[in-house]
C-alpha cells in the first residue's frame, strides 16, 4: 500500500470537511505533504509531529486556505481555492 | 478554567485528533469528551490513545449515565486536562489504528502493519499524527471564519 493511498484512506476515515471537492484537495495536499516528510524521515516521532504542528501555519486570504509548513531546510507553502459563495 | 467539547461519533482516530488537537490550543486547556450509544467504545479507545501516547494529560474524571435521544441511549462523559508540556511516552502505532478502522480484521492487523511499514521502509505513524493534526488546524481554520461577522 502506498502513502498516498494510507493518507486517503485517512482523511475519508476521520470524515474532514463536509465540501467533497474541498476533501479531494485537502487529501491531495496531505499526501503530498506525507511525501516530503517520508523522504526526509520516515519514522517522524510523534515528538517531532507535535514539533513541526507548532512551525505550521494555517490561515484564509480573501478566498484562498494558505498552508505553511516549516521543515528545516525549506519551507512548503500550499494554497487551496475555496468555493466562492 | 475554560474547556471545549468533543462529541465522538463513528471513528475513534478522529476522536483522538480532536481531544489531542484542542488540547495542544491551550496551555492549561481542559477538554469535556462524549459519546452516546455505540460510539462510546469509540470515545474509549480515542481517551486510552491520548493518554498512552502522551504524558501530560489527566483523566480528571469520568461517567456513564443515561439520556432520552428519542430513545434511551447511554452517554459516556470523560474530561480530560493538559498539564504542562506534552511528550510522547509509549509507542502506539497510529498506523495499526488506522487499518483497524478501515475494516482490516483483527486477527490480520499486526501481519498488515508489518506488510506495510517493510513496503514503505518504515512506521509512518509519526507523519500520520501529524496530518490529523494538521486536519484539526485547517477544520478550526475554516469554522472560525465561517463563524467571524462580516465586515
Known amino acids: 500500500m502506498s502513502l498516498e493511498r494510507l493518507v486517503k484512506d485517512l482523511v475519508n476515515r476521520v470524515r474532514s470537511l463536509d465540501d467533497k471537492e474541498l476533501r479531494r484537495k485537502v487529501a491531495d495536499m496531505l499526501a503530498d505533504i506525507a511525501q516530503e516528510l517520508a523522504y526526509r524521515n520516515l519514522n517522524m516521532s ?14 484564509l486570504k480573501e478566498n484562498t486556505l494558505i498552508i505553511e509548513v516549516s521543515l528545516r531546510d525549506t519551507v512548503l507553502r500550499y494554497k487551496i481555492a475555496l468555493h466562492k459563495t | 478554567m475554560s474547556s471545549e467539547e468533543v462529541v465522538c ?77 506534552l511528550k510522547n511516552k509509549g509507542r502506539v502505532s497510529l498506523l495499526e489504528h488506522l487499518l483497524r478502522e478501515t475494516g482490516i480484521p483483527a486477527d490480520y492487523l499486526s501481519k498488515e502493519t508489518s506488510s506495510i511499514a517493510d513496503e514503505l521502509g518504515g512506521d509512518p505513524s509519526g507523519i500520520l499524527l501529524y496530518l490529523l493534526l494538521l486536519l484539526r488546524l485547517i477544520e478550526y481554520e475554516l469554522r472560525e471564519v465561517s463563524q467571524r461577522p462580516c465586515e
Open chain 1, 46 to 59: 510523534y515528538d517531532e509531529a507535535l514539533e513541526l504542528v507548532s512551525h505550521t501555519r494555517v490561515f
Open chain 2, 9 to 85: 461519533e463513528e471513528s475513534a482516530l478522529r476522536c483522538f485528533a480532536e481531544i489531542l488537537g484542542l488540547l495542544l490550543r491551550g496551555d492549561s486547556a481542559e477538554v469535556v469528551a462524549r459519546a452516546y450509544g455505540k460510539n462510546i467504545s469509540n470515545l474509549a479507545e480515542a481517551v486510552i490513545l491520548v493518554t498512552k501516547l502522551f504524558e501530560g494529560i489527566r483523566i480528571v474524571n469520568t461517567s456513564i449515565s443515561s439520556a432520552i435521544k428519542g430513545k434511551r441511549v447511554s452517554v459516556m462523559t470523560v474530561r480530560l486536562r493538559r498539564e504542562g508540556e
